[in-house]
């Protein structure tokens, strides 16, 4: 005999929804329940409703439902196709933000910054996840002193999860963690974003105040899957004050902000903005040019997180896999803990004055936002 909701809701807890990999209750899919002494009937959302997945979906619930009250319940289950701002909510619904870090071109640290920033939230006690994106120049797992983690993977709810790693209050997954050392990742754009998805939406990542994904240098495919997969809190650039940088910056900033992208700004680094010998800390060089980012952000209405300086200590911690953000009271720390404190700032506000980034859709070949 059926007493509760609570009993139904336990029996339709082995019944996934196949593209967003979790059991329909804990998503919070199910609605209008109803029940008698001999008949059970509840809506249930899903991502994809086709008729042959609908079909599928009805007979998972009947099943799971059968199983636990015996043959003799009647059971009616009415499957509806879940909205996209809904779907987009429900794709990782333990993490509260999601933030990418970019640069327009390679070589201005932005691996450096994301994996500081990630360890500098965490030290706030905050709850913090990294995905090393850069599928082809994975260096996550060097700066985080994981180069041999071996995923092991976890079952939660009939599904195999990757278990990241973690370091420094930080959970880790890069795909350098399934290559070799010295084995080059030669993929074509297919197979590095179904790879990327994996590591996103496969990992038993809990819950987390903070995603940080570190993509690839430029604007392509990884971008784009990311757009469409995910619906941003915003993004990070980096960049350095050189013109060839700041000119490459301004395009990744310009693909963000298209009408048909829309995903927030957070904020911009300029990183490397000076030199300083370790023996002369009073002088700066400006190696690469004077206030080139702080300039950008300026004239594109950008908030500039920080500068952070051209240090010798940021590379060899890089280097040794502890990153610069733990050099307690040094100007290293001070630098990345400010650039922090702008983060969560920008995050808060862009959180209270705008609404949830959409996920992007391609139609044609051409980005097009869901309504």
């Known amino acids: 005999m059926i007493r509760s909701n609570d009993e139904i809701f336990d029996a339709l807890k082995s019944v996934l929804e196949p593209d967003l990999g979790k059991d329909i209750i804990t998503l919070g899919l199910v609605s209008d329940v109803k029940f008698s002494e001999n008949s059970i009937s509840f809506s249930v959302q899903m991502k994809n409703a086709a008729m042959h997945a609908r079909k599928r979906m009805e007979d998972a619930c009947a099943f799971a439902v059968e199983r636990k009250f015996g043959k003799d319940i009647t059971v009616e289950v009415n499957v509806q196709a879940l909205k996209k701002s809904e779907a987009a909510q429900s794709i990782l619904p333990n993490v509260k933000n999601t933030i990418a870090i970019v ?7 932005k691996s450096t910054i994301a994996a500081n920033t990630a360890v500098g939230l965490a030290k706030k006690g905050f709850k913090v996840g990294i995905v090393d994106a850069d599928i082809y120049g994975p260096s996550i797992p060097m700066m985080f002193d994981v180069l041999h983690y071996k995923p092991l993977s976890r079952q939660v709810n009939n599904k195999q999860y990757i278990v990241p790693a973690e370091n420094y209050g930080v959970k880790i997954l890069s795909i350098g963690f399934f290559a070799e050392l010295d084995q080059a990742v030669v993929w074509r754009g297919p197979m590095a974003v179904k790879a990327l998805k994996q590591l996103i939406f496969d990992a038993d990542w809990g819950e987390l105040d903070y995603l940080i994904i570190d993509t690839p240098p430029g604007t392509g495919d990884v971008h784009l899957s990311i757009v469409q997969s995910l619906p941003l809190t915003g993004a990070v650039v980096v960049t350095t004050p050189q013109s060839v940088a700041l000119a490459d910056a301004k395009k990744a900033i310009a693909m963000f902000k ?20 370790k023996n002369h800390l009073d002088e700066k060089y400006f190696i690469f040019g004077e206030n080139g980012g702080e300039n950008l952000s300026k004239s594109l209405d950008i908030s500039l997180l920080g500068k952070i300086p051209l240090v010798q200590s940021i590379r060899q911690s890089g280097d ?8 307690q009271e040094t100007v290293v720390e001070k ?34 936002c869901s309504k």
């Not at 700004?265 to 300083?276: P, R």
Request: aromatic share 8%; with cysteine.
């Open 335 to 368: 630098y990345y803990d400010n650039l922090c404190d702008e983060l969560m700032k920008n995050i808060d506000q862009r959180n209270a004055n705008l609404e949830g980034t959409k996920v992007v859709e391609v139609e044609y070949g051409e980005p097009k």
């Open 103 to 109: 640069s327009g071109k390679g070589g201005v640290g």
């Open 320 to 327: 040794a896999g502890r990153p610069a953000v733990l050099q």
């Open 258 to 277: 298209m009408d048909n992208i829309n995903v927030p700004i957070i904020g911009l680094v300029e990183n490397m903005s000076w030199f300083t010998p």
